[in-house]
């Protein structure tokens, strides 16, 4: 599947399943990135990562993660 990805959510690896579980009932499309070991800062911290959508989808994330999303960083920035 080819998955751009557009923006993402980062939350603790405690809500990691629940998140899961609440977006597959809304089959919503995501990815989720663990965090990288080597940093102490963000080491429990999982990314929800999504590719663009439409506006009516990304309000009901926004919703669900109760924020607006962060931009998924380009590569080469």
């Known amino acids: 599947m080819n998955f751009s990805k557009s923006f993402y959510y980062t939350v603790n690896h405690s809500k990691v399943e629940e998140y899961k579980k609440m977006l597959d009932l809304m089959k919503i499309p995501y990815i989720v990135e663990a965090p990288i070991v080597l940093l102490n800062q963000g080491a429990n ?10 506006g009516r989808l990304y309000g009901m ?12 960083p380009k590569k080469g920035t």
């Open 45 to 54: 911290e999982y990314s929800f990562v999504f590719p663009n959508m439409s």
């Open 61 to 72: 994330v926004s919703k669900l993660f109760q924020a607006d999303a962060k931009p998924y």
